[in-house]
């Protein structure tokens, strides 16, 4: 019965207090450990997704000046506006922008392959 008392003091000084709080904080560092863990997971999901989703997705028609195909004529010429410089300072950085029509002509050599096949590789071993 001698145990009981040891016990009763250590009850007494705030012994079982300090292991509830060691057992509090330990539970709770584990808790955000896992919850970050499960926030990467679910990161590498999401970005695994949006690749799927830009795999799947059509090549745009763009032409060599970034302008879609739709704002070219059937002869190639391209109607849409860009930003030319039109005055430089001393060390030849442009100063003033000005809105002219894209000088550019379309591509029209071949076309290129929309989609290529290629067999799976297959393990050998």
């Avoid at 250590?10 to 560092?29: C, E, H, P, Q």
């Avoid at 679910?42 to 799947?56: I, M, S, T, V, Y």
């Avoid at 860009?82 to 809105?99: F, H, I, N, S």
Wanted: proline share 5%.
């Amino acid at each position: 019965m001698d145990w009981l008392w040891w016990i009763f003091v250590f009850f007494i000084v705030g012994g079982f207090g300090w292991m509830a709080d060691t057992g509090r904080t330990a539970l709770k560092t584990r808790h955000e450990r896992r919850m970050e863990r499960l926030r990467l997971v679910e990161q590498e999901r999401e970005k695994e997704r949006l690749a799927l989703e830009e795999a799947h997705r059509q090549p745009e028609p763009v032409c060599g000046c970034s302008h879609h195909l739709a704002v070219h004529d059937r002869q190639g010429k391209c109607h849409e506006d860009v930003e030319a410089p039109v005055e430089w300072d001393e060390e030849k950085k442009p100063l003033r922008y000005e809105r002219r029509q894209c000088n550019c002509q379309q591509y029209i050599g071949p076309q290129p392959l929309s989609r290529i096949y290629a067999d799976e590789l297959t393990d050998l071993a």
